[in-house]
């Protein structure tokens, strides 16, 4: 299976767990201010990721460090119009009422055929978030799939 692929099985699964964890009679929060604001957090590679998300609820920058196979550095995503989206994909569906409500995003930097980087995002109650970020084929670096982070809104 391609690196690529893996990523996005990766990301698939992600939000499958979130949405069946969430399901779990959480009320609905309101979807006008889940995920508007600045926010920052750490990866599991112990490096921080930031972005900020307007408050038409589209993410406008994302800023995410990485630590991988000797690899280190920090990757800046601007003027970005990446939406949040409502209707988090349950698997098995349908989704319960609350999880329908939460929003979530989807970045891929590049090509998919090219070294890229994919963040996937889950808005979560109580101002967090939390989702995987994936580095694929970084030169003299290899791949870091999966990587899980949390963030909360400053």
Same mark, same amino acid.
């Not at 964890?21 to 006008?32: L, N, Y």
């Not at 408050?55 to 550095?73: A, H, L, M, R």
């Not at 970005?80 to 999880?99: E, F, H, N, R, W």
């Given at each position: 299976?391609s690196? +690529? ?10 939000a499958?767990l979130l949405?069946?964890? #969430?399901?779990?009679?959480?009320t609905s ?5 889940m995920? /508007?604001?600045?926010w920052?957090?750490?990866?599991? !590679?112990?490096?921080?990721? +930031?972005?900020?998300? @307007? @408050?038409d +609820? ?6 995410v460090?990485y630590?991988?196979?000797?690899c280190v550095?920090? !990757?800046?995503?601007? =003027?970005? $119009?990446?939406?949040?989206?409502? =209707?988090?994909? #349950?698997?098995p569906?349908? #989704? ?9 995003? $989807?970045?891929? $930097?590049g090509?998919p ?9 889950l808005f ?5 978030? !939390?989702?995987?970020? $994936?580095?694929?084929d970084?030169?003299?670096c290899?791949?870091?799939?999966g990587? !899980?982070?949390t /963030?909360?809104?400053?």
């Amino acid at each position: 299976m391609s690196t +690529e692929r893996k990523a996005a099985v990766w990301g698939a699964a992600f939000a499958a767990l979130l949405a069946s964890a #969430c399901g779990s009679g959480a009320t609905s929060p309101s979807a006008s201010s889940m995920s /508007a604001g600045q926010w920052s957090g750490t990866t599991a !590679q112990g490096a921080s990721i +930031e972005f900020t998300v @307007s @408050s038409d +609820e589209i993410v406008k920058t994302i800023t995410v460090g990485y630590n991988f196979n000797g690899c280190v550095g920090t !990757q800046t995503f601007k =003027d970005l $119009s990446v939406p949040t989206a409502l =209707d988090v994909v #349950c698997i098995p569906g349908p #989704c319960s009422g609350p999880v329908s409500n939460y929003r979530a995003f $989807s970045y891929l $930097s590049g090509s998919p055929l090219r070294p890229n980087t994919s963040i996937n995002g889950l808005f979560l109650p109580s101002a967090r978030a !939390q989702g995987l970020v $994936s580095f694929s084929d970084f030169p003299g670096c290899g791949t870091a799939a999966g990587v !899980q982070w949390t /963030a909360t809104r400053r």
